[in-house]
């Protein structure tokens, strides 16, 4: 009987993640001179497959933290079934996401992607790549905290409803950014999350949030205990996730909003692996309705 569960391709691991610094390291900018000096760069005019491609080869020498190949595949899937006219990512890295999704949701007939990037450097390595990739049609790059950009995109008009949003950023803001989503009314029924790293390093509060029934939500918010509301990020989170991002003094708060407990989610997780062959996997949430409508 051949095996249900997903395997890994060996041959095609990233190099191993390094223990302290892997990333802001200068790699993102060599991953740039790579790709333009690869010998076909002009065949890769225009191709997000092959720039894809000179990523990860770039990838199996020195680390990116990218989703990778094998997650990507759950979400691009998932994109061909959704079709969403406005897809959001937050955390856009080096555009890796940003590349296979983009190019997913443009082919799937949809008007956007907005890649939520705060690091500036990271934003100018996606904006190379993403016209590289000849995506700037349809791909938008937003540098800036997610949580600065939501409420832009928001009081701008340019985002009503996001009908899907990968969530890929500092681990401790995924639930506190849903949360501002649902208040801004910009995910609501209709509305497909697809959340990376939830086994690895693993995101137990949002799980929780995303997994609880609409009566559990309502009494966690009256207790103020929803753990998600400004105050410290859960203790469940390790000390080097909540850091991460602190080396260039980025500010970690966390939004405040109290979200909308009323909406109901159905949410499965779906085993992977991390590039590098490490396992993980994607929680896809789906808002299927508002309790009491
Ligand atoms: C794991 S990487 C994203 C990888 C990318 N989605 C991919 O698969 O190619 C996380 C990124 O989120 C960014 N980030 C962290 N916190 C953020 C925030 N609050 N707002 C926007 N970006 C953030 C980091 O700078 C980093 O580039």
Avoid: W
Wanted: aromatic fraction near 8%; charge should be negative; glycine fraction near 10%.
């Amino acid at each position: 009987m051949p095996s249900a569960e997903p395997q890994f391709d060996h041959s095609k691991a990233y190099a191993a993640k390094e223990e302290d610094v892997f990333f802001d390291d200068g790699r993102e900018t060599d991953l740039l001179h790579f790709v333009y000096s690869r010998p076909n760069i002009e065949e890769i005019r225009g191709n997000p497959e092959l720039v894809l491609k000179a990523i990860d080869d770039f990838g199996r020498t020195k680390y990116l933290m990218n989703v990778g190949e094998d997650k990507g595949k759950i979400v691009t899937e998932l994109i061909k079934e959704v079709k969403p006219q406005t897809m959001v990512e937050l955390g856009g890295y080096i555009g890796y996401s940003c590349l296979l999704f983009g190019a997913a949701v443009k082919q799937a007939g949809g008007q956007r992607y907005y890649s939520l990037e705060r690091n500036p450097v990271f934003g100018a390595v996606i904006l190379s790549l993403v016209d590289l990739a000849g995506l700037s049609d349809v791909v938008k790059v937003e540098i800036g905290s997610s949580e600065t950009s939501l409420k832009r995109l928001h009081d701008s008009g340019k985002v009503k409803k996001i009908d899907l949003m990968f969530l890929d950023h500092y681990k401790p803001a995924y639930t506190t950014d849903l949360k501002l989503c649902e208040e801004l009314g910009l995910v609501g029924p209709g509305s497909v999350l697809a959340a990376d790293n939830v086994i690895q390093p693993g995101n137990p509060p949002y799980l929780e949030y995303v997994r609880a029934s609409v009566s559990e939500k309502r009494q966690k918010a009256e207790r103020g205990a929803d753990g998600a509301n400004g105050a410290a990020p859960d203790a469940r989170f390790q000390d080097k996730q909540v850091k991460q991002y602190a080396r260039r003094g980025e500010s970690e708060a966390l939004g405040a909003s109290k979200g909308r407990p009323d909406l109901v989610y159905e949410s499965r997780l779906v085993n992977s692996f991390e590039p590098t062959g490490e396992p993980d996997g994607i929680e896809i949430t789906r808002c299927v309705g508002v309790e009491g409508k």
